[in-house]
């Protein structure tokens, strides 16, 4: 069963807002040697709970709750077959997988995520 795995926070100035995680929640954080300015969050240890990232924004300010699933492409389908809206297509993050993001019918937006360490 599909089940949320990861968030992800945006902001104009993501180095700022790490500093005020870090003082109110306590939650670590890391940059990602990937080919974006991506930073993963450790939000604890051995608690229940999931980790997250934060990268700069782009449009509006919101926090994406994201899916992980089997086949990204199997997904989108039965996302549009149900009425939801494919937001961000699928997109390649090198050595990681795929991602894309959708929005419910109610517009709820979400992402998905495909774990494949071999996409380009």
Do not use: C
């Amino acid at each position: 069963m599909p089940r949320v795995v990861h968030f992800d926070i945006n902001a104009n100035k993501p180095e700022k807002l790490a500093k005020f995680y870090e003082q109110v929640f306590n939650w670590k954080f890391e940059k990602w040697k990937g080919p974006m300015d991506y930073w993963l969050i450790a939000t604890g240890e051995n608690e229940p709970g999931i980790d997250g990232g934060l990268s700069r924004r782009e449009k509006e300010a919101k926090t994406i709750n994201t899916i992980n699933v089997s086949s990204i492409d199997d997904y989108i389908e039965m996302i549009k077959r149900n009425k939801g809206v494919i937001i961000v297509p699928k997109t390649p993050v090198p050595g990681v997988g795929y991602t894309a993001q959708f929005e419910d019918p109610e517009g709820n937006s979400f992402g998905l995520m495909e774990d494949d360490p071999t996409a380009k």
